[in-house]
């Protein structure tokens, strides 16, 4: 069987270095690692569309913001297939027909689905279209035969719930869709970066982000701004690693060779975190470490970026070519869908000949 990869994000803003240390980073990984045959990257616009409704401009505007950040990031487009959803409405079909396989209590039991509406304060008023996006997910997710989904753990009941679907189905009609598994990040504790000012969550609406398309000063001003250990007050000061939001960035993104480079003091992250726990140790050094480290990261791909931003139609072109693909792809699935849902009555001959002969004998 193909090795095929389906993943994704909302174009609702630019892209952070959470996105980048929890998926981005493991894509370009993945896309060049020649263990899939397939990796489909899709731009999730109608699914951002379910909490959006009534803002589609900020939906089609973060389109190219979502796509520039992809390719600035090493994402190929010759060997992955980047797409918008929308652009694909096999898509809608499928998750009509999935509808049929799943209840509303089964629905209102998906944990993922449960924060997501707590989150948004939609518990008084949920849009279906939000409320059944496990089912659209399905739904892209099978359309493309994808037998893997990189998620991190939040994201897990969503791929449950769509086994669940695909069991289903095969059970009723036969065996026509693929069984997808999950792909778990290697790193967890790395895979959600907190928000610079310490809150769990990186968010736009926040403004805690480090962009992947912010300027060096916009990077050094963010680090250095960053929340640390609230009691250490002065450098002689013990010092607490956790929850310290500069030790966390600086398990996602240094290396042992970056001390040499950056910090020869040291050896490794191991000896700077020991010195800052006994104290002696000042926020400041610190930091300035993680931006040097930070910039070396980033620097290459916010020089692609611009390149790119030199001819934004080329990569409209690139998501225009992905598209056709995909949905070229999403109706091959689709076309057996309906085969073995006993819902292709122009291309079953069969059925056409026996109502034929059923008729003239009759």
Known sequence: MSQIILTGDRPTGRLHVGHYVGSLRRRVELQNSGEYDKIFIMIADAQALTDNADNPEKVRQNIIEVALDYLSC?????????????????????????????????????????SEIQMRNFEASIPVGFF??????????????????????DQLPMIEQCREIVHKFNSVYGETLVMPKALIPENESCSRLPGIDGKAKMSKSLGNCIYLSDSEEEVQKKIMSMFTDPDHLKVSDPGKIEGNTVFIYLD????????????????NLDELKAHYQ????????????????????????????????????????????????AERTAAQTLSEVKRAMKINYFDDMELIREQAKRYSEG
């Open 278 to 325: 006994r104290g002696g140790l000042g926020d400041v050094k610190v930091k300035r470490f993680l931006n040097a480290v930070m910039q070396e990261e980033l620097a290459p791909i916010r020089s692609r970026r611009k390149e790119l931003e030199k001819d934004i139609p080329a990569v409209y072109e690139i998501l225009r070519k992905g598209s056709a693909e």
């Open 132 to 153: 059944t996006y496990p089912i659209s997910q399905a739904s892209d997710i099978t359309a493309f035969k994808a037998t893997t989904v990189p998620v991190g753990d």
């Open 252 to 267: 996602a993104f240094c290396r042992d060779e970056h001390f040499a480079k950056y910090l020869p003091d040291y050896q």
């Open 74 to 114: 090493g994402l190929d487009p010759e060997k992955s297939i980047m797409f918008i959803q929308s652009q694909v409405p096999e898509l809608t079909e499928l998750s009509f027909y999935y509808m049929n396989l799943v209840t509303v209590s089964r629905l209102q039991r998906n944990p993922t689905v449960k």
